[in-house]
């Protein structure tokens, strides 16, 4: 049997990590600037994450929702604790999509009302509701293609008061952070609207985290830069660090009912030790601190190259805008520097998405490269 053929592929096949690096079957070495899609937090390989994950691989790796599983409770308690709210209830799942799925799921349960309001150029994933929420119509089926979702640019504030006069929108989602369409973000008076036109409507605000979280802007979550209290909030990637774990963390005011939503593995014991174990790398190492200072660094050695037209982003979520396509560049990156990258829909941007134990001197040896290929 042969692989389904959905990737182009880079000619580089890794076999081993070890915090930002990765070393391929040749034995190259690589600099991970982009964590495999936002996926890795606290590095490659971290000792207490894989100790963690065989201790438990000797335990037990599975059993079903249907029992009690007390790592779930800690993996909620913890997640409580680290991200400020406390107060909040936890589903667990398995991935970004499935994540972003059952929040929009919950949100018409709760709302019993069935439109989206998506932003364009978002990104949500490639499920039945969360890729018709997402601005690409080349990933999207006829199938998808049957949810009523209106998609509004973001900062057009009367497109968002247009489509929330339909009266029947369940939901708005939006990334704090475009990751997929380039890094664009809300204004606060942007976001704050939002969230005031889903209370004043009766519909919920789900805040999708799942690349913008985890810590990767030096909060825990990247709309905790504002203040607003988003009713879902979608999880995945980082909190694995490469484990498939997703999420969806639910205001007290939605209320739980046996079969609402369901699953066989989320939630599963080796996924709750992965989570579990991050949370406590990213508090012991107090990863998130140090992020606002690599920033400043970043952006610093980024103004001296003069074809960087905008840093786009915020902490370790950043993009370099050039004034030319990065495509070529990005392959010199790799192909002549080692250095892992990622691209996005804005062809001219540089996608830095970086395990969260990155050092000043990744970031030089970055700037080095470049100033070197340019
Ligand atoms: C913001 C956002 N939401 C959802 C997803 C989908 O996650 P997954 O690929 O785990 O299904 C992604 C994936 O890139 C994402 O960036």
Redesign the pocket.
Known sequence: MKLFDVYPLYDINPIYGDDVWIYDKKGEKYLDLYGG?AVISIGHNCSEFTDALKNQIEKLVFYSNAVENDLQREFANQLGIVSGLKHHSLFLCN????A?ENALKLASFHTHKERIVAFKNG????TSA?VAASDFELIKSDLNKQHHVDFVDLEDFEGLFATFDKEDVAACII?PIQ??GGLDQPSEHFFKTIEKLCKENGSCLIV?E??SGCGRTGRYFAHQHYDIRPDLI?I??GIGNGFPV?GVIIDNKIKARYGLLGTTYGGNHLACSAGISVLNVLSRLQLMDKIPELETHFRNRASKISSIKKVKGRGLMLGLEFDFEVSKLRENLLYKCNIFTGGSSNKKLLRILPPLTLQVKHIDQLFSSLEQLL
Not at 123 to 126: P, V
Request: hydrophobic residues 35%; proline residues 0%; without cysteine.
């Open positions: 899609h991935s970004g999509a499935e972003v990104f949500h994933g490639r969360a990334e990751g997929v999708d799942i690349q979608t995945a990637k997703g």
